[in-house]
């Protein structure tokens, strides 16, 4: 007899999930709760709860996590410029957390004996939902089918969902899967499984092609308080709005595509095609911005940590001691990051063509070529012999060496 009496499954409605809350009940004989979070992938959540029902789920909690979402995690990785191998915005990654820590909270109310999630194997989500499960109640138990079943392929699945009339949202057509948020959306698998194969046009649904952009630029204005994006174009928003906007505008101009192939927490690598039209223009403003309102030293030791703070994310770390310090190094350097970029957005292209800030660090008196009251150009002579003397010290060194 199995001590598992109820589980809460992390539910999507695609097609792993759909089968899981079957496969739950026949294994362990035990009540399945399942939970959806929204945030912000819209239509996609239309007839869940119908559908968790329909396949044995005995309840179904849609919890509205967008604004929770977007204010404490997009923005606060937006803030630490965390961009994983130089090139993935963190999409998904980011997205996890806030969902995990919801998932135990409903948990914990439920009184239930374990979490579920869909996570294959072979992924990163697994990590990332099981530390942030481990962390948050390590007493639950954790149920990985994708580790236990026997169901190891697509067609598999599709097999399983015909068997038990189970309806699944994609095809053995097309059998490529897509997660949706505000921030992103990413494309993996099937037919993407080939590297050298182009994603098919008509696959993304926020970026136009840039071939098929206006044929004119569009300039915007982005305004941020503390390191916080807070108005588009002299406009005052709050963060889901500012996000949806921002997804129009730079989607309309065909901005915020990449086609990677990452290195996987696993080991291998995967492709994956991804569309982060609002997130892309934010970070490139930002970091714009702490360009002329950080010193030299905190930007350089900040830009060391965006990537180790990208690859925490990546990881599935964020309940760790380590996100917390890293944090509040991040914050306390946004104390002074506000102020306006400007940015031009055409065919694909987005481009910051001008920056101002109360704070700002920037002298135009210091920079200019032309006299200044400010800075003598003939003090550089003694700064130079300085600097310059440990190379001219090893070049005699080396001299006299070839001499003897």
């Known amino acids: 007899m199995s001590d598992i009496k109820k589980v809460v499954l992390a539910y999507s409605g695609g097609l792993d999930t759909s089968i899981i809350v079957k496969w739950l009940i ?23 709860e119908e559908k968790a029902k329909s396949t044995g789920a005995s309840k179904c909690y849609i919890e509205d996590l ?32 806030v969902i995990a820590k919801k998932h135990i909270e409903i948990a914990l109310k439920e009184d239930a004996d374990a979490v579920c999630h869909g996570a294959t194997g072979k992924g990163n989500d697994q ?17 990985a089918p994708w580790r236990i079943w026997d169901l190891n392929s697509r067609a598999l699945l599709f097999d399983y969902a015909s068997k038990h009339n189970i309806p699944v949202p994609v095809t053995k057509d097309k059998p490529y899967s897509m997660d949706r948020n505000i921030l992103h959306i990413s494309y993996e698998g099937g037919i993407l499984e080939d590297s050298f194969r182009e994603p098919d046009k008509d696959m993304f649904k926020l970026t136009k092609s840039p071939e098929d952009a206006p044929d004119r630029q569009t300039v915007l204005d982005i305004e941020f308080e503390q390191g916080n994006p807070v108005a588009i174009n002299n406009k005052k928003l709050d963060p889901v709005s500012l996000m949806k906007e921002l997804n129009k505008i730079a989607g309309e101009n065909g901005v915020g595509r990449i086609d990677i192939v990452e290195n996987r927490l696993v080991g291998m690598k995967s492709r994956g095609v991804y569309e982060t039209p609002a997130g892309t223009v934010l970070i490139m403003a930002h970091r714009d911005l702490e360009s002329i309102t950080l010193d030299k030293d905190t930007q350089h030791l900040k830009d060391k940590l965006a990537s180790e703070y990208a690859t925490l994310v990546y990881n599935g770390l964020w309940f760790s001691k380590k996100r917390e310090a890293m944090d509040a190094f991040i914050n306390e350097t946004q104390k002074n990051v506000s102020g306006i970029v400007r940015l031009k957005l055409y065919k694909g292209h987005c ?13 135009e ?25 440990p190379f001219k010290v090893e070049a005699i060194l080396k001299k006299n060496k070839d001499n003897k």
């Open 365 to 389: 008196k210091l920079a200019t070529f032309d006299e200044s009251d400010l800075y003598d150009q003939k003090d550089a002579s003694g700064f130079l012999k300085i600097f310059g003397l």
């Open 66 to 97: 967008t604004e929770e979402f977007v204010r404490d995690y997009v923005f606060q990785a937006i803030k630490a410029n965390a961009i994983y191998e130089d090139r993935y915005l963190l999409g998904t990654s980011i997205a996890r957390p």
């Open 351 to 363: 481009q910051v063509i001008g920056r101002k800030s109360d704070n700002s660090l920037y002298s």
């Open 26 to 48: 026949e294994t362990y004989n035990c009540e399945v709760i399942c939970f959806a979070a929204d945030v912000g992938q819209e239509e996609e959540l239309d007839g869940l």
């Open 127 to 143: 990590v990332r939902f099981e530390m942030a499960f481990m962390s948050l109640a390590p007493h639950l138990k954790i149920i």
